[in-house]
C-alpha cells in the first residue's frame, strides 16, 4: 500500500480493511475467469480517492511487490466489497504516507 501512494500517486481513502484471503482468491478468480497459481496469505481493501482506470494504469507502471486487484463499479463484486468495506476489521499497522 505504501508503493502505491507514494510511487503511483493515488491516495487511499480511510483505513486499509482485512479481507478474508479465501474470499479475496474467489473473488479474482470470478474476475479473471482463470484458476490462480498462488494463493493469498493475507488480503486487504482500500477505496482509492482516483478512478479505477487511472488506478491501474498507475498501478501497473509501478510494479509493486504484491497482487493488487483494482475493481471497478462495473463488477458485480463491488457492490459486494463495498459492504464488506464498512464491516470488516481494520488493517493495523499501515498509516498513510504524508508528504511534505
Same mark, same amino acid.
Given at each position: 500500500?505504501?508503493?502505491?501512494?507514494?510511487h503511483?500517486?493515488?491516495? =487511499?481513502?480511510?483505513k486499509?480493511k482485512? &479481507?478474508?484471503?479465501?474470499?479475496?482468491?474467489?473473488m !479474482?478468480?470470478?474476475?479473471? @475467469?482463470? $484458476? &490462480? $497459481?498462488n $494463493?493469498?496469505? !493475507?488480503? =486487504? +481493501?482500500v @477505496?482509492?480517492e482516483?478512478?479505477?482506470? &487511472?488506478?491501474? +494504469? @498507475?498501478?501497473?507502471?509501478i510494479h509493486?511487490?504484491?497482487?493488487v =486487484? =483494482?475493481i471497478?463499479?462495473?463488477y458485480?463484486? *463491488?457492490e459486494?466489497?463495498? &459492504?464488506?468495506?464498512?464491516?470488516?476489521p481494520?488493517?493495523?499497522? *499501515? *498509516?498513510?504516507?504524508?508528504?511534505?
Open positions: 500500500m505504501a508503493d502505491i501512494e507514494r503511483a500517486g493515488l491516495k =487511499v481513502q480511510g486499509p482485512i &479481507l478474508d484471503n479465501n474470499y479475496a482468491d474467489k !479474482v478468480e470470478s474476475i479473471l @475467469k482463470t $484458476r &490462480l $497459481r $494463493r493469498s496469505q !493475507v488480503a =486487504v +481493501m @477505496k482509492l482516483q478512478d479505477a482506470t &487511472l488506478s491501474i +494504469m @498507475k498501478i501497473k507502471s509493486p511487490p504484491a497482487h =486487484v =483494482v471497478s463499479e462495473e458485480a463484486e *463491488y459486494t466489497l463495498k &459492504l464488506k468495506m464498512q464491516y470488516a481494520d488493517f493495523k499497522g *499501515y *498509516y498513510s504516507h504524508k508528504k511534505k
